[in-house]
């Protein structure tokens, strides 16, 4: 716990230090507060993007759902959401897509150039297509985050299947597995952390894409605000809007690598 506390500690001192050259040189004038506004600035407008929008009355608010009636926590849950839908139609597509193809020879040397075309364009680019295709709101949004997570969770569950030493593929039929057992007991444990790394890399790749697909296609959303921010000239809360997104972001981070490291705690290396 204390070592915990201490790397804490230590991982907020360089954030800390920028803040206050941030704010020696907002107070300084070196900069047009309208450009850069202040830390200070910047966190009042913060304050006034998560607050609620109405005041508390404890005899007419019992219900919980108070706490989110701001604008941000409303932005927040949009963007979530879409990630969340994004994610899980992005994976749950190339989880399947990726064992078939790291099993299977043929499947890879067939579909592998296709896959080394599609994977190098950025999602971003299918913004023209999606919203010819989908129109605007929602489906357009979750078509590109699909896009964003599916390729990182197909390439490493191909990789983490095709990386399987040969040697226990050997000794698992030598004892009279079958195919079915070995892929089971073999193949997928062994793929397991390749594959685990795919999904952290394919949600913060979704992450990336809402942002950017609020910005074009609905008209609520993190995303939403920052271009609704710019379209003021309120850099405050641009810059309020980014850090929401870079906080957020950490916290899915973190949840993610925890559980990674739940479920890969048999695995050599994070035994500790």
Wanted: charged share 15%; aromatic share 12%.
């Amino acid at each position: 716990m204390k070592r915990n506390w201490v790397r804490a500690i230590e991982g907020l001192i360089v954030p800390i230090a920028l803040l206050l050259f941030w704010q020696a040189v907002c107070s300084l004038g070196f900069v047009d507060p309208r450009k850069l506004p202040s830390p200070i600035a910047v966190g009042l407008r913060w304050a006034a993007y998560i607050a609620p929008e109405a005041p508390f009355d404890a005899a007419k608010d019992f219900a919980p759902t108070w706490i989110f009636s701001g604008e941000f926590f409303r932005d927040a849950m949009g963007s979530l959401w879409r990630v969340i839908a994004g994610f899980v139609v992005g994976a749950g597509l190339a989880l399947p897509f990726g064992l078939a193809m790291g099993a299977s020879d043929t499947m890879y040397r067939y579909l592998n150039p296709l896959l080394q075309v599609l994977r190098p364009i950025p999602p971003i680019a299918y913004i023209p297509l999606s919203i010819l295709w989908f129109g605007l709101g929602n489906p357009p949004a979750i078509f590109l985050i699909a896009l964003g997570a599916f390729f990182p969770v197909l390439i490493n569950t191909i990789a983490g299947v095709r990386a399987v030493d040969s040697i226990y593929l050997r000794a698992a039929r030598n004892l009279g597995a079958s195919q079915m057992t070995i892929f089971r007991r073999v193949i997928l444990p062994a793929a397991t952390p390749y594959i685990l790394s795919g999904v952290r890399i394919g949600i913060g790749t979704a992450f990336i894409v809402v942002i950017v697909a609020e910005m074009i296609a609905v008209n609520n959303g993190l995303g939403f605000r920052i271009l609704e921010a710019r379209e003021y000239f309120w850099s405050d809360k641009i810059i309020a809007g980014m850090f929401s997104i870079g906080f957020i972001g950490l916290a899915i981070d973190t949840l993610v690598n925890r559980l990674n490291a739940h479920l890969l705690r048999w695995h050599r290396g994070l035994d500790s």
